[in-house]
């Protein structure tokens, strides 16, 4: 079956630095993928995806491409700010499927001053 | 303005009591689905609608129910809660079948079960 892999968390960076989240999937076909940010106390939102390999979703500074070859969509940003901190999610939807969503557990990023 | 939304945002109850959580959404579309989100384990689709009057289980429907008599809600309903459903639940909808349309969420219901 479907399944994605995220790195476990909680991520501790300082303002500033790198992040990097790492995720992976198992799927049949050509899934799309996603990246949504739960802020504390909020929903989820969605924040880039990606529909074919090698597209490169982006928004808000942060970038995931879609390597079919390594099966991952690893969520990068190049210098985070402390209104980064939330739990990512990266998730996954077959292209035949009508909306389901198959879930990483999620990585808490703390960002501190 | 779009959203979903969804009642109560939290709710502390005792086994047994018959509650029922409502989600609306105000954008026409065909697709809601229910997901419970519960720590390390992501958030699991429970139970999911493709339209009116057609639902189908999810990953993790035992104990739950739902119903979708109109396009714009869709209740998820616990006969007889238990422990184990204290969970934090997400209610969401997206529309067209096949492509990669945005699915919105709700801003989630925590659940206490006693």
């Known amino acids: 079956g479907n399944s994605v892999t995220q790195m476990e968390g909680p991520v501790t960076l300082s303002e500033e630095a790198f992040l990097t989240i790492n995720c992976t999937y198992t799927?049949?076909?050509?899934?799309?993928l996603f990246w949504y940010v739960q802020y504390p106390g909020e929903g989820l939102q969605l924040l880039l995806k990606?529909?074919?390999?090698?597209d490169k979703g982006s928004n808000k500074g942060f970038e995931a491409t879609y390597r079919k070859e390594t099966t991952s969509f690893h969520l990068e940003k190049g210098s985070v700010q402390v209104s980064d901190s939330a739990v990512y999610f990266c998730?996954?939807?077959?292209?035949?499927?009508?909306?389901?969503?198959?879930f990483g557990a999620g990585t808490q990023v703390v960002v501190t001053p | 303005e779009a959203q979903v939304t969804q009642n109560p945002r939290y709710l502390i109850t005792v086994t047994g009591k018959k509650l029922t959580v409502t989600c609306s959404q105000n954008?026409?579309?065909?697709?809601m689905s229910w997901y419970r989100q519960d720590p390390g384990l992501g958030l699991r689709q429970i139970y999911y609608?493709?339209?009116?009057?057609?639902?189908d289980k999810g990953d993790v429907p035992e104990g739950y129910k739902v119903s979708r008599k109109e396009k714009r809600n869709f209740p998820l309903i616990l006969e007889s809660p238990s422990p184990n459903q204290t969970s934090l639940y997400f209610c969401?909808?997206?529309?067209?079948?096949?492509?990669?349309?945005?699915?919105?969420f709700g801003p989630g219901t925590r659940l206490l079960v006693l």
């Open positions: 998730a996954l939807k077959k292209a035949d499927s009508w909306g389901k969503l198959q």
């Open positions: 799927a049949t076909g050509y899934p799309s």
């Open positions: 990606a529909t074919k390999a090698d």
């Open positions: 954008m026409n579309h065909e697709y």
């Open positions: 609608s493709m339209n009116v009057e057609v639902t």
């Open positions: 969401a909808s997206n529309t067209h079948y096949g492509t990669q349309e945005t699915q919105y």
